[in-house]
């Protein structure tokens, strides 16, 4: 008796190769994309005390166009064209990576300039300083200043906000950028002054803390109960081999919000001591 083997013809267009793995090429350029980005905002971090962040569309556009290509590639070798989440990845890839891409580029330019380039110390009027608030999350400061004839919108730290919300000027190392942006790479506080406003942060981010440490506490509270009752109910300890039922399922999503939770307050609580040291009380 003969055997048949049917071979089913494949359309390259459409790969949908599930497991099919990431050439080392492509992991290796997407890493070295990672860490460009990751080390790129460090220096610029470091280096400066404020900057001001004009990128025209023409840069965007250019971003977006790159970002679409990349994307494209990856999508298409990876997914298919016949899925539609290779659009969906696409459309809105471009979108967030492109601002993403474009910002670092702007980190780049303004480290080119810092580095060739010159500042004076100068003494600038200050108009007004907000804090940058993203869904109730305080993300750092917006500094208004007179300079050059306009006034020119500075990103600067959530410290900074603390450091200069009351004042009316500042004495500064400035320097220009290209045609249209400006940084700052140094401000000659007052005594005390950059101290106090850590103080001030500190004490900002401990009342954070507390809430975010109340919450987890009342989950763990939940948690407990929930062990507590199946306990004295008799019901047997869950099966991690079996199925898990609705309720293990949520108790189980609770428990991992419960740690990342905490491990969040551990990251950030040891950011803050790394970059601002331990301050007071806090």
Not at 46 to 53: A, G, L, N, P, V
Not at 136 to 144: A, E, I, N, P, Q
């Amino acid at each position: 008796m003969n055997n048949y083997v049917n071979f089913q013809e494949k359309d390259i267009t459409d790969v949908g190769e599930k497991d099919k793995k990431m050439s080392r090429a492509d992991k290796l350029f997407i890493g070295c994309v990672a860490v460009f980005m990751l080390v790129n905002y460090v220096v610029t971090d470091i280096c400066f005390e404020m900057y001001t962040q004009n990128i025209s569309l023409a840069e965007y556009v250019g971003c977006a166009v790159v970002v679409f290509i990349l994307l494209t590639y990856f999508c298409v070798k990876y997914i298919g064209l016949k899925r539609v989440m290779t659009y969906v990845n696409i459309i809105i890839g471009t979108f967030f990576l492109s601002a993403l891409l474009g910002m670092n580029l702007h980190g780049v330019k303004l480290l080119y300039y810092a580095a060739t380039g010159s500042t004076t110390a100068t003494r600038i009027d200050i108009n007004n300083v907000k804090k940058n608030m993203s869904k109730r999350s305080f993300m750092g400061s917006y500094v208004f200043v007179d300079y050059d004839h306009q006034e020119l919108r500075f990103e600067s730290s959530r410290v900074n906000y603390y450091a200069l919300k009351n004042e009316h000027s500042m004495l500064a190392d400035i320097g220009k950028a290209g045609a249209n942006n400006y940084y700052i790479t140094k401000v000659h506080w007052h005594i005390n002054q950059k101290a106090d406003a850590r103080k001030q942060y500190w004490a900002y981010w401990f009342h954070k803390a507390l809430i975010g440490v109340g919450v987890v506490a009342g989950i763990l509270v939940v948690l407990v109960a929930a062990i507590f009752f199946k306990e004295k109910l008799g019901i047997k300890k869950p099966n991690f081999f079996t199925r898990l039922s609705a309720l293990q399922t949520i108790l189980l999503v609770f428990g991992a919000i419960v740690v990342l939770m905490v491990l969040i307050v551990f990251v950030l609580y040891g950011y803050m001591l790394i970059r601002y040291g331990k301050i007071g009380r806090y």
